[in-house]
Nanobody, 124 residues
């Protein structure tokens, strides 16, 4: 069974930081790009950041570049992706979903697997 389990959301003041984690299981981690998609109230989903787990290449949307950092780790069969979010602003408020796509087609419509989502709220 494929599982993407997010953790680490919450409430933070503008300028603060949060770290999201996604524990992935049930599929061959190295064959997928995995990362984060967010959806703000009334907005479409935005593919924020991903990492190719076989080559380590990362992608960031312009809206988060130089503020967010994505990393991945594998330890004793446990595969985890972390999103370090710094210099947060109220526009970053959204539900953040961990998502995975086979290969490297990183856009919302291409995702094969989704997590349940975790709320991030940034107060001004």
């Amino acid at each position: 069974e494929v599982q993407l389990v997010e953790s680490g959301g919450g409430l933070v003041q503008a300028g603060g930081s949060l770290r999201l984690s996604c524990a992935a299981s049930g599929f061959t981690f190295a064959e997928y790009a995995i990362g984060w998609v967010r959806q703000a109230p009334g907005e479409e989903r935005e593919a924020v950041s991903c990492i190719g787990t076989s080559d380590g290449i990362t992608y960031y949307a312009d809206s988060v570049k130089d503020r967010f950092t994505l990393s991945s780790s594998s330890d004793n069969g446990k595969n985890t992706v972390h999103l370090q979010m710094d210099s947060l602003n109220p526009e970053d408020t959204a539900v953040y979903y961990c998502a995975a796509t086979y290969g490297s087609s990183w856009f919302v419509g291409a995702m094969d697997y989704w997590g349940q989502g975790t709320q991030v709220t940034v107060s001004s």
